[in-house]
């Protein structure tokens, strides 16, 4: 199947974070094949824009005019976003139109980081030309409230500015909230969106120590892509919206910015497709192995694998149920994410100490199997159910109480009432346990 074209329009920003390289690693990100139309040069870092080259105007158009003149590149859907001068909007308005290209406007006017991206004598072009034919336009707070020419402190006055700016000619407005006193203090980051009638599109908000650098062009780039895939516009910006929360929140600091991390979704995904498989083939190692059922306690066993930074139980994939042993063989369930909070509660506490021990596996305690990992040269640790705190949990308190001196390879207890002894050995993948466990199995007499 053709992926999708998209378009973006705009300025070049030298650290990477904003502008057409965000539209690009955006477009990417989501799924479809990203073109563009540099209309200036900017030299910025995390300090702010140090100067401007806007690109001559009849430069602009030769772009525009390669791109179309190409049916293997026709665009389908386009985003403008630094437009710098009234002569570069003249050649975009007149391009889109001609061409009939449903767009995204992104009035940018200036920089997070400090300078200006749009010349004085260029906003009325922009309001007479690139906004009234336009699909959807996707102001901040400032830009809503230059546009509009009202003050906008509080959600009410939001709303009142979409829909003057929607008068004006936009088929739609996403007025973006993160500027928005009362939702900020209410702890929401909260858009809304105004076609004739108003939703709101609201998530958490994230809060960074540092000013957030190319948050808003990803956010229209994104629109721009889930709209050129077929979404409809509530879908499409909630859509953009979550993927830029995300890529706020693992976000890089660079310098004295936070930098959005357009990949997180993919690698996000890949993480978890490779923990789901490299879990999957430590089962089939278990099958394979001699000797193994012999250490499945009577709980059962379960082995596990956190995705990198996992945050929570969801984050750990394991057997759905456990692992027994039975006449016929093995019997383990299918692995899946979430579906162990024990294993998950182990890997998590170790973690905490080293994020690289991602996975865990119980087996039965016995003596010989300790001094067979001592043996090795695995680390070994204990803790002592007795001294556990009333209002602990055992797994989380009982890694924590035996890492304190040192991250260990192994961890086991001596039960308790009703609690039977257990060994818990720790890698840094599924697979690396289980080739521990192998190692262990041909120590032992």
């Given at each position: 199947?053709?992926?999708?074209?998209?378009?973006?329009?705009?300025?070049?920003?030298?650290?990477?974070?904003?502008?057409?390289?965000?539209?690009?690693?955006?477009?990417?990100?989501?799924?479809?094949?990203?073109?563009?139309?540099?209309?200036?040069?900017?030299?910025?870092?995390?300090?702010?824009?140090?100067?401007?080259?806007?690109?001559?105007?009849?430069?602009?158009?030769?772009?525009?005019?390669?791109?179309?003149?190409?049916?293997?590149?026709?665009?389908?859907?386009?985003?403008?976003?630094?437009?710098?001068?009234?002569?570069?909007?003249?050649?975009?308005?007149?391009?889109?139109?001609?061409?009939?290209?449903?767009?995204?406007?992104?009035?940018?006017?200036?920089?997070?980081?400090?300078?200006?991206?749009?010349?004085?004598?260029?906003?009325?072009?922009?309001?007479?030309?690139?906004?009234?034919?336009?699909?959807?336009?996707?102001?901040?707070?400032?830009?809503?409230?230059?546009?509009?020419?009202?003050?906008?402190?509080?959600?009410?006055?939001?709303?009142?500015?979409?829909?003057?700016?929607?008068?004006?000619?936009?088929?739609?407005?996403?007025?973006?909230?993160?500027?928005?006193?009362?939702?900020?203090?209410?702890?929401?980051?909260?858009?809304?969106?105004?076609?004739?009638?108003?939703?709101?599109?609201?998530?958490?908000?994230?809060?960074?120590?540092?000013?957030?650098?190319?948050?808003?062009?990803?956010?229209?780039?994104?629109?721009?892509?889930?709209?050129?895939?077929?979404?409809?516009?509530?879908?499409?910006?909630?859509?953009?919206?979550?993927?830029?929360?995300?890529?706020?929140?693992?976000?890089?600091?660079?310098?004295?910015?936070?930098?959005?991390?357009?990949?997180?979704?993919?690698?996000?995904?890949?993480?978890?497709?490779?923990?789901?498989?490299?879990?999957?083939?430590?089962?089939?190692?278990?099958?394979?192995?001699?000797?193994?059922?012999?250490?499945?306690?009577?709980?059962?066993?379960?082995?596990?694998?956190?995705?990198?930074?996992?945050?929570?139980?969801?984050?750990?994939?394991?057997?759905?149920?456990?692992?027994?042993?039975?006449?016929?063989?093995?019997?383990?369930?299918?692995?899946?994410?979430g579906v162990s909070s024990h294993v998950a509660r182990l890997i998590l506490a170790l973690m905490d100490r080293d994020k690289e021990r991602r996975s865990a596996m119980n087996v039965k305690y016995s003596p010989e199997i300790v001094d067979a990992c001592t043996t090795l040269g695995l680390s070994v640790s204990?803790?002592?159910?007795?001294?556990?705190?009333?209002?602990?949990?055992?797994?989380?308190?009982?890694?924590?109480?035996?890492?304190?001196?040192?991250?260990?390879?192994?961890?086991?207890?001596?039960?308790?009432?009703?609690?039977?002894?257990?060994?818990?050995?720790?890698?840094?993948?599924?697979?690396?346990?289980?080739?521990?466990?192998?190692?262990?199995?041909?120590?032992l007499p």
């Open positions: 199947m053709r992926a999708r074209r998209v378009l973006t329009i705009g300025g070049s920003d030298s650290s990477g974070g904003a502008g057409i390289q965000a539209d690009i690693k955006t477009f990417s990100a989501l799924g479809v094949y990203g073109t563009s139309v540099l209309t200036a040069l900017t030299a910025q870092n995390s300090s702010g824009v140090q100067a401007v080259y806007e690109v001559p105007a009849n430069m602009v158009d030769a772009q525009l005019v390669s791109l179309m003149s190409d049916p293997g590149l026709a665009v389908d859907y386009a985003k403008t976003g630094m437009v710098y001068s009234s002569a570069v909007i003249e050649v975009v308005a007149k391009a889109l139109r001609r061409y009939t290209i449903p767009f995204v406007l992104d009035p940018v006017m200036k920089a997070g980081s400090g300078g200006v991206l749009l010349e004085d004598t260029a906003t009325k072009a922009l309001i007479e030309q690139l906004l009234p034919i336009c699909a959807v336009i996707t102001p901040n707070v400032p830009e809503a409230s230059f546009i509009s020419g009202m003050e906008i402190r509080d959600k009410g006055a939001a709303k009142e500015a979409a829909r003057r700016i929607h008068e004006l000619g936009a088929s739609a407005v996403i007025l973006k909230g993160g500027h928005l006193e009362d939702e900020l203090a209410a702890g929401k980051a909260t858009d809304l969106l105004y076609d004739g009638t108003f939703e709101e599109l609201s998530l958490p908000a994230v809060t960074r120590a540092k000013l957030v650098h190319g948050a808003g062009c990803s956010f229209s780039a994104a629109l721009a892509a889930e709209l050129a895939n077929g979404k409809p516009l509530r879908a499409a910006a909630f859509s953009a919206k979550t993927f830029v929360h995300e890529a706020i929140a693992r976000g890089d600091e660079v310098s004295a910015m936070v930098v959005v991390n357009h990949a997180r979704g993919l690698r996000r995904d890949a993480d978890r497709y490779q923990t789901l498989e490299n879990v999957k083939e430590a089962v089939r190692m278990l099958r394979k192995l001699e000797g193994f059922a012999n250490l499945i306690p009577e709980v059962g066993t379960n082995i596990g694998m956190a995705v990198g930074g996992a945050e929570s139980e969801q984050d750990v994939a394991a057997v759905d149920g456990r692992i027994v042993a039975t006449k016929e063989g093995l019997n383990a369930g299918c692995v899946e994410f204990s803790f002592e159910r007795a001294k556990e705190p009333a209002a602990a949990r055992t797994m989380e308190w009982g890694v924590r109480e035996a890492s304190k001196e040192f991250v260990p390879d192994v961890i086991f207890d001596l039960g308790a009432l009703g609690k039977e002894p257990m060994i818990r050995i720790f890698g840094n993948t599924a697979v690396d346990v289980v080739l521990k466990l192998r190692m262990i199995l041909e120590s």
